[in-house]
């Protein structure tokens, strides 16, 4: 199994270029997350889904857009870069909700820079 | 009230030392405590978690401390290796709920 992946692992952006970050799991997890990751700020939910079809706004979506078409496949999209989206990008999933206790398991990351 | 504050932001600590990372949260509605260990360039993973009906939990060279009346909890690392050189997150979460509220990270260092 290779878990949770994530592509591209780097980008390199100018200010007002869009792209769109791939998270695929291959768990059969019904919970997925993308988070970014600022030096001081710990892990800062972005959207997640709790499922195929659905998706939710989490502490700061403002910037991004998902959509989670197939089960095991989570998309993050920048319409319009921002070099305060310059960040590292984690995506996770999970079987159940974290108040259960279930673990998150996260991908790789992916390192965006814009300049 | 729905913050996690952690501490120590970094850490540096002598081989075979005991590295302690402190959490502490306001919300007592949380009722889940995992720590999660991240090497550079990786993501996060699940390394001991802990609920609040229990004071302590050992795994190994790994132990959480939990104080429920202090609203606080810490890692402690015993016989600290270079291989434990990582950043070190706390997070929490309660019943019912979607997500982890993640602390804002500790970097570990262990020297050799």
């Known amino acids: 199994n290779a878990g949770v992946t994530q592509t591209p692992k780097f980008r390199v952006l100018k200010t007002g270029q869009s792209m769109t970050l791939l998270c695929a799991q291959d768990?059969?997890?019904?919970?997925m997350y993308w988070y970014r990751q600022d030096p001081g700020m710990g892990l800062r939910l972005i959207h997640y889904?709790?499922?195929?079809?659905?998706?939710a706004k989490g502490e700061v979506p403002d910037g991004y857009n998902v959509s989670r078409l197939k089960k095991q496949n989570f998309l993050l999209g920048l319409e319009s870069a921002a070099p305060s989206q310059t960040s590292v990008y984690f995506c996770a999933s999970s079987y159940g909700l974290a108040g259960g206790g279930n673990e998150q398991f996260f991908g790789p990351g992916t390192r965006l820079t814009v300049l | 009230q729905q913050q996690v504050k952690q501490s120590p932001q970094s850490l540096i600590v002598q081989k075979g030392g005991i590295s302690i990372i402190n959490c502490a949260y306001e919300?007592?509605?949380?009722?889940?405590f995992p720590w999660y260990q991240q090497f550079p360039g990786k993501g996060p993973a699940l390394l001991i978690a802990i609920r609040p009906d229990v004071s302590e939990k050992k795994e190994g060279r790994f132990t959480i401390s939990f104080n429920k009346s202090a609203k606080q909890f810490s890692l402690h690392i015993m016989d600290s290796q270079p291989g434990d050189s990582a950043t070190y997150f706390c997070a929490a979460s309660m019943k019912g709920t979607y997500k982890y509220i993640f602390g804002t990270g500790t970097r570990l260092k262990v020297l050799a």
């Open positions: 919300n007592t509605a949380f009722d889940y």
């Open positions: 768990m059969n997890h019904e919970y």
């Open positions: 889904s709790v499922g195929e079809g659905t998706t």
